[in-house]
C-alpha cells in the first residue's frame, strides 16, 4: 500500500525553525514526486514545495526559507523551514504522484496525501 505520514508539526515562535518530515511506504522515491501543500484556516490550500529526482521547486511566499530534501534510504522528505512567520500557520500535507522524469511542480495532480501536521506559528 502507498502510505505517506508527516510528523514534526508543532507549535514556534516567529523567527523560529521547524523540520517536517514525511514517511512514505509501499513506493520508492525514486519515481515519485513529493510535494508539501499547506492550508490555513479560510484559505484554500496552497503549495509549498517539491521534490523529484530531477530537482526541487519551492513557492515563492517560501523561497529562501524553506528547504525541501529526501533520504532514500529512509524513505523521508523533510522540509526545512527557517525564519517562521505568522502566516506560515496551517497545516502541512505530503502528497506523491508518479514522477514524469523532470523538475516536479506544484500545479500538478498530487494523488496520494498524508493526513498532515499541525504548524503554528505565534508569539
Known amino acids: 500500500q502507498l502510505q505517506l505520514g508527516e510528523s514534526g508539526g508543532g507549535l514556534v515562535q516567529p523567527g523560529g525553525s521547524l523540520r517536517l518530515s514525511c514517511a512514505a511506504s509501499g513506493f520508492n522515491l525514486d519515481y515519485y514526486a513529493i510535494g508539501w501543500f499547506r492550508q490555513a484556516p479560510g484559505k484554500e490550500r496552497e503549495g509549498v514545495s517539491c521534490?523529484?529526482?530531477?530537482?526541487?521547486s519551492y513557492a515563492d511566499s517560501v523561497k529562501g526559507r524553506f528547504t525541501i530534501s529526501r533520504d532514500n534510504a529512509k524513505r523521508t522528505v523533510y522540509l526545512q523551514m527557517n525564519s517562521l512567520k505568522p502566516e506560515d500557520t496551517a497545516v502541512y500535507y505530503c502528497?506523491?504522484?508518479?514522477?514524469?522524469?523532470?523538475?516536479?511542480?506544484?500545479?500538478?495532480?498530487?494523488?496520494?496525501w498524508g493526513q498532515g501536521t499541525q504548524v503554528t506559528v505565534s508569539s
Open positions: 521534490i523529484s529526482s530531477s530537482g526541487d
Open positions: 502528497a506523491a504522484v508518479l514522477g514524469l522524469r523532470t523538475m516536479c511542480a506544484l500545479h500538478w495532480s498530487y494523488n496520494y
